[in-house]
C-alpha cells in the first residue's frame, strides 16, 4: 500500500467522524458550551476544517476552500479572513455559530474534496519535501498531513464528546 492510500483512508474516517458528531444535533446543541470556557461542536468542527484547509492549501499551493468558494461569506462570523481558531479565547470561540449541521458538513466535504484531490496526486518522494523550515527539524510535507490529521482526530473526538453530554443532560 503506498502512503497517500493511507492518508486517503485516514482522512475519509475524518469525514465520516465529522458527519457522525454533528448529523441531526440542532442549532441550540452545536452551539452550545458545556461551560464558559468550553468549546462548542460548532466550533470544534469549524476549527479543524479551518486548520486542514489553511495548512494543506499552504502546503499544496492551492487557495484556501474558506475564501475561494465562499465559505467565509456563508458562516458570516466577523472574524478575521484567515482565522483557524488557533489561540481563541471564550469570546472567539462564541462567535462561532451556526444554524445547521449542513453548514459544517458542507465545508469540511469541501475541504476534505481539495485535500484528497491534492494527496491522490502526490508522489512517495513528494512526501519527503520540506513545507516549513521555520522548525527544527524542518516539517516535510508527509509530516505535516500526519499533523493535520492527528490535530483534526483530537478535535472531532472532542466534538463528539461534547455531543454525547448534550445528549446526556
Not at 467522524?17 to 470556557?37: F, I, Q
Amino acid at each position: 500500500m503506498h502512503a497517500k492510500d493511507i492518508l486517503i483512508d485516514s482522512y475519509g474516517r475524518i469525514q465520516e467522524e465529522v458527519h457522525a458528531a454533528v448529523d441531526g444535533l440542532t442549532a441550540d446543541d452545536l452551539n452550545a458550551r458545556p461551560g464558559p470556557s468550553a468549546n462548542s461542536v460548532a466550533w470544534l468542527i469549524w476549527h479543524l476544517s479551518r486548520v486542514q484547509d489553511d495548512h494543506v492549501s499552504d502546503a499544496s499551493g492551492l487557495d484556501q476552500v474558506w475564501l475561494a468558494q465562499d465559505w467565509e461569506k456563508r458562516f458570516g462570523l466577523g472574524l478575521p479572513r484567515h482565522d483557524t481558531g488557533y489561540g481563541h479565547g471564550p469570546a472567539k470561540v462564541a462567535k462561532v455559530r451556526v444554524d445547521s449541521p449542513d453548514l459544517l458538513t458542507g465545508y469540511y466535504d469541501a475541504v476534505h474534496q481539495q485535500t484528497l484531490g491534492f494527496v491522490r496526486g502526490l508522489t512517495s518522494a513528494e512526501l519527503d519535501d520540506i513545507v516549513d523550515d521555520r522548525w527544527d527539524p524542518p516539517v516535510s510535507l508527509g509530516v505535516r498531513l500526519v499533523s493535520v490529521l492527528s490535530d483534526d482526530l483530537q478535535h472531532v473526538g472532542q466534538a463528539a464528546y461534547v455531543r454525547g453530554l448534550l445528549q446526556a443532560s
